[in-house]
């Protein structure tokens, strides 16, 4: 049996989102184990990691530099969030939250620049002493391949409620 252009393209495009699942759930591991620098690492030099106010009108067209953003950071800006949350002198997570980052509707599409878009929904469970709080919503990434794996040239999570009353903070990476 040979295969078609349409089982050749079926069998590109499992192998594109096989690889972009395991890359994300790589991702939800280093996070949960707080290893930030490891995480850190996986963001392109240029990257941009972002995080929606609450019951943001349009969240998936927003612009950081016209509309709220509870973060809005470059590269720089992130490595230095992740450093903050990393030492122990970050009262706002010591003693550290145990974490569970869950990740799943993993679309990805290849575009012409060479980037691969992917959009997924997440869910993370933070219990810190006797309070449980959760995180949930959807994601945009913009990833570049590199070598055999991806480097995260953007990350936009898209929090799918409308407020964070009952979340409390957000000291957390989602």
Request: proline residues 5%.
């Amino acid at each position: 049996m040979t295969d078609t252009p349409q089982s050749s393209r079926l069998s590109d495009q499992a192998t594109l989102r096989y690889s972009v699942e395991d890359f994300l759930y790589a991702e939800c591991e280093l996070l949960d184990a707080w290893r930030l620098p490891e995480w850190y690492a996986l963001f392109a030099e240029d990257a941009v990691y972002e995080i929606t106010t609450p019951g943001m009108d349009d969240p998936d067209g927003a612009n950081p530099d016209i509309d709220l953003f509870l973060v809005a950071d470059d590269s720089e800006r992130l490595r230095q969030r992740t450093i903050r949350l990393g030492k122990k002198t970050a009262y706002v997570e010591s003693p550290r939250s145990t974490l569970s980052h869950l990740i799943s509707n993993v679309r990805a599409a290849p575009q012409p620049d060479g980037l691969v878009t992917v959009r997924a929904r997440f869910i993370v469970h933070r219990s810190r002493g006797d309070e449980i709080v959760h995180f949930f919503g959807h994601v945009h990434y913009r990833l570049r391949p590199q070598d055999d794996t991806f480097k995260i040239v953007s990350k936009r999570c898209i929090l799918d409620f409308n407020s964070l009353t009952h979340q409390g903070k957000l000291a957390i990476l989602l």
